[in-house]
């Protein structure tokens, strides 16, 4: 079946604008997550959807960052006046639901701000 | 606080040798999981294995293996007769356990290079 999948693959943007990335989990998983890979971090845990429950945001870094989940489903990350110190690949996974459930990973966006 | 150590940073071996790569965990939940996930040059984080903390006994997959033990707070991951094709950042990571948390923390990763 299709795995997780992310949009764009890679995005360039300069700095001070605003960017989405999408992720469109497998179908039926009612739990989605966004995490953040760079050098000098690692990889980070953003935020994280389950069902209709008020999202755990305590991974966002600043205000400037935001994610909503429409509809159960698709889910959208937004990054508002790009920084430098933002370019980093962000990577959506997916669950059937929490607890147990592993965490599939879709390919990633690779963000550069200029 | 959740903390995952991968200690190895690079690992280099030679085709068929095998590989451990080392993973030790700090969390104070008495439930939790472990996971280890490979990640190849394309990219992709691909699941390899995962581990509750009620559950130490130790198991093989193909060639894959791996050791936890909750005295020293170690999940460790052995390659057996390593492949090219197993060359990868192999990232070892800890999830609270519980209905209402989702989030991975994860280690800092080891590189694996396999060398025909």
């Known amino acids: 079946g299709a795995g997780v999948s992310q949009s764009p693959s890679n995005k360039v943007t300069e700095k001070g604008k605003d960017v989405e990335l999408r992720c469109d989990p497998i179908?039926?998983?009612?739990?989605l997550y966004w995490y953040r890979q760079s050098l000098g971090q690692g990889l980070e845990f953003l935020i994280y959807?389950?069902?209709?429950?008020?999202?755990?945001k305590s991974g966002l870094p600043s205000d400037r960052f935001s994610a909503e989940r429409t509809g159960g489903s698709v889910s959208t990350l937004t990054i508002q006046r790009t920084q430098q110190e933002d370019s980093a690949v962000y990577l959506c996974?997916?669950?059937?639901?929490?607890?147990?459930?592993?965490?599939?990973f879709g390919p990633g966006t690779r963000l550069t701000v200029l | 606080a959740q903390k995952v150590t991968q200690a190895q940073t690079e690992i280099s071996v030679v085709e068929k040798e095998d590989v451990t790569l080392d993973c030790v965990y700090e969390?104070?939940?008495?439930?939790?999981?472990l996971f280890w996930y490979k990640q190849p040059p394309s990219g992709e984080l691909v699941f390899l294995i995962r581990?509750?903390?009620?559950?130490?006994q130790n198991e093989i997959s193909g060639r894959y293996s791996w050791n936890f033990q909750k005295s020293t707070s170690s999940f460790n991951f052995t390659i057996t007769a390593s492949q090219v094709v197993d060359s990868a950042v192999y990232f070892c990571a800890l999830r609270p356990g519980g209905t209402s948390y989702g989030k991975l923390t994860f280690g800092q990763g080891t590189i694996l290079t396999v060398h025909p």
């Open positions: 969390t104070r939940d008495t439930t939790y999981y």
């Open positions: 996974a997916s669950s059937l639901g929490s607890g147990w459930d592993t965490q599939y």
């Open positions: 959807f389950q069902g209709n429950s008020a999202p755990d």
């Open positions: 179908s039926g998983h009612t739990a």
């Open positions: 581990r509750n903390s009620f559950d130490e």
